[in-house]
C-alpha cells in the first residue's frame, strides 16, 4: 500500500501522458518506415514471386527449381526433382491424379528427430515395375537434409512411351506366370486333400478292422483329360505352324518388315494411348490440391517431364561384369531349341521352293 500511495502521488501519470503525446507525434513517420520495409520487401521478393506463381519462369527453367520444389527424391535407381510437400495424402491424391502424373507419395522421417514430413513424387522416365508400397528411398530437402523416405502410395499414369512399348509383353508374361502359380496351386491342393482323404479312410479301416479296397486305376475316367489336352496342344501346334509357314513364305527382304508390323500391332494401341495422356500432363491440380488458386494449364510435356526424373548412369570409364563366377551350370537348351528352329526353318524353305529360288537351282 505505501508503494501505492508513493505512486500516486509522484508525476509518473504525467510523465506517461507526455512520452505518448511524443510518440503520437511520431505516428507519421513510424508508417513510414513500415511501408518502406513493405516496399524493400516487395522490391527484393516480387521478382520471385511473379516467377513462380505467375509465369512459372523458374520451374521450367532448367538452371532453377521452383519454390514449391522442395527437394529430391532418390528412389529405384532414379532422382525426381519434382517433389512436392503435401499435408493429406488421400486429400492430395484424389485432386492430384487428374494431372495424369504417375506420383508417388512418400512418408520421410530424420533419424534422432521425431520430425516427419510428406511429399509428392512425380515419376516422368523409366519404368513402374518395381515401384511398390512400401519401398525405401532417400529424400534431400532444399537445406541439403537427407530423409529416410517410404512409399505410402501411388497414383498411377502412364510414365513413358518405352514403358507403354513393353506393357503388353510383360502383362502377357505376368498372366501365363498367374495362370501357371494358380494351376500348381489348385494341383497342390487337390494332391494334399487326396493324400488326407487316403490317410483318413485308411485309419478308419484299420480301426474297424476291415482292409481297404484298392481302387483299379480307371483308364476311362482319365481318357477325356487325355484327349482334351492332346486337342489343345495340337490346336497351338497347328496355329504356331500355320503363323510359321506363313512368315517363312515371305521374301528375305519382307521379314524384318512383318515382324517390325507385328510388334506395332501389338505395342501400337498402348504406345499411342500412353502418347496422348503423357502430353495432357498438368501439374495444375497438383498444386491446388496443396492449396494453390493456379488458374491456369501448366504442362508437363515429354522431353520437359524427362528432364524432371534422371535415370541412374554407370560413371564414365566404368564398366560390367557379365561373368558370373557363381552361376548355376546348366545345359545350353537356348541353343538347342535355337538350332531346333533353324532347322524347321530351313525344312519348310526346302519344301516350299524358297531355297531352291534363292540359289537359284
Request: proline fraction near 3%.
Amino acid at each position: 500500500m505505501q508503494r501505492i500511495r508513493e505512486i500516486l502521488a509522484g508525476q509518473s501519470e504525467q510523465i506517461i501522458a507526455e512520452l505518448i503525446e511524443k510518440d503520437k507525434a511520431l505516428e507519421s513517420a513510424a508508417n513510414s518506415v513500415t511501408a518502406l520495409n513493405k516496399l524493400i520487401r516487395y522490391y527484393r521478393d516480387i521478382y520471385t514471386f511473379l516467377n513462380n506463381f505467375v509465369s512459372f519462369h523458374d520451374f521450367y527453367n532448367p538452371k532453377k527449381k521452383a519454390v514449391f520444389q522442395t527437394g529430391t527424391l532418390y528412389l529405384d535407381g532414379r532422382s525426381c526433382d519434382l517433389c512436392i510437400r503435401v499435408g493429406d495424402v488421400a486429400a492430395h491424391s484424389t485432386l492430384a491424379q487428374l494431372g495424369g502424373t504417375y506420383l508417388v507419395y512418400c512418408e520421410c522421417t530424420r533419424k534422432g528427430s521425431s520430425e516427419k514430413i510428406k511429399i509428392a513424387a512425380a515419376f516422368t522416365e523409366g519404368d513402374s515395375d518395381n515401384l511398390m508400397v512400401g519401398r525405401n528411398g532417400i529424400f534431400y530437402d532444399r537445406q541439403n537434409r537427407d530423409w529416410d523416405a517410404t512409399i505410402v502410395r501411388i497414383v498411377e499414369h502412364p510414365i513413358s512411351i518405352r514403358q507403354a512399348f513393353w506393357s503388353p509383353y510383360k502383362r502377357f508374361a505376368r498372366m501365363v506366370q498367374e495362370q501357371i502359380e494358380k494351376v500348381a496351386s489348385a494341383r497342390d491342393k487337390s494332391v494334399d486333400a487326396g493324400a488326407a482323404g487316403i490317410i483318413t479312410h485308411v485309419s478308419a479301416k484299420a480301426e474297424a478292422g476291415k482292409s481297404a479296397p484298392v481302387q483299379p486305376f480307371d483308364v476311362g475316367k482319365f481318357a477325356g483329360i487325355f484327349a482334351a489336352l492332346g486337342l489343345g496342344l495340337g490346336a497351338i501346334g497347328t496355329v504356331a505352324a500355320s503363323v510359321v509357314t506363313g512368315f517363312m513364305g515371305l521374301e528375305l527382304w519382307q521379314m524384318p518388315l512383318a515382324f517390325a508390323g507385328l510388334m506395332l500391332l501389338v505395342s501400337g494401341p498402348s504406345m499411342v494411348i500412353a502418347s496422348l495422356k503423357l502430353r495432357q500432363r498438368n501439374l495444375s491440380p497438383i498444386l491446388d490440391a496443396c492449396g494453390w488458386a493456379v488458374n491456369t494449364r501448366a504442362r508437363i510435356n515429354i522431353p520437359f517431364g524427362s528432364s524432371l526424373t534422371t535415370i541412374a548412369k554407370l560413371p564414365e570409364g566404368s564398366s560390367r561384369l557379365l561373368a558370373d563366377p557363381f552361376a548355376e551350370k546348366t545345359r545350353p537348351w537356348r541353343l538347342y531349341i535355337l538350332i531346333l528352329i533353324m532347322l524347321a526353318a530351313a525344312s519348310l524353305l526346302w519344301q516350299n521352293g524358297t531355297v531352291q529360288k534363292w540359289s537359284g537351282f
